[in-house]
Structure formats: C-alpha cells, structure tokens
Nanobody, 122 residues
Framework: QVQLVESGGGLVQAGDSLRLSCAAS????????MGWFRQTPGKEREFVAA????????YYADSVKGRFTISRDNAKKTAYLQMNSLKPDDTAVYYC???????????????WGQGTQVTVSS
C-alpha cells in the first residue's frame, strides 16, 4: 500500500515556475514508478510525466517536454514535478500516482493522491 499527498500548487502568472511535491507513505515507495497527471473540468485526466523506480528513466507528454522535469528522492519518499515557463493551458488539478512499472495510461496506475490545483494567469 502507498498513500500519496501532493503539495505545492497555487496561483502564478504565465512564465513563472512551480514545484509540486508528492509525499508517499508506506515502505514500498522505491519499488514504484511515479507519474504525474492533470485534469481540467470536463476533460479526461491526461498524462504529464513519469519516472522509473530508480529515477533512471523519465517520460514526458509533448506538451510539457522541455518545460517540466520529474524527479524523485527515494530516501525522502517524495516525487517532484518542477514546472517552468508555465502557460495558462497548464492550469489544472495535478495528481501524482504510483505504479509497479513506468506507465503513461491513467488506468495503469495503482495509487493516487488527492490532487493539487495549479492556476496560471495570463
């Protein structure tokens, strides 16, 4: 079992940066790949980024590639999403999730956090 809690969301202006954190509880964190997803009202939850259990492999949606960076600290049981050059289109609720292997599909993740709101004003 893994429990996930996101933090770090907020209201920023276009061009600003934010770093989201995903704190995990449970002993098995280092054995899980971690992913970040986002969702806006009326739309499906979409993949943003994923990282392997070791941190050696990372994957990004085309829409965030070059602007967002996913990372993790297994000693702290925390995953991060550094978001730079934010755009109004990045406005969404951001969720972190854990899976047994690196995945990009929403339905392939086993555990989810409650989400944190990111709002980017123009």
């Amino acid at each position: 079992q893994v429990q996930l809690v996101e933090s770090g969301g907020g209201l920023v202006q276009a061009g600003d940066s934010l770093r989201l954190s995903c704190a995990a509880s449970g002993r098995a964190f280092s054995s899980y790949a971690m992913g970040w997803f986002r969702q806006t009202p009326g739309k499906e939850r979409e993949f943003v980024a994923a990282i392997s259990w070791s941190g050696g492999s990372t994957y990004y949606a085309d829409s965030v590639k070059g602007r967002f960076t996913i990372s993790r600290d297994n000693a702290k049981k925390t995953a991060y999403l550094q978001m730079n050059s934010l755009k109004p289109d990045d406005t969404a609720v951001y969720y972190c999730a854990a899976a047994r292997g690196v995945r990009v599909g929403v339905n392939e993740y086993d555990y989810w956090g409650q989400g944190t709101q990111v709002t980017v004003s123009s």
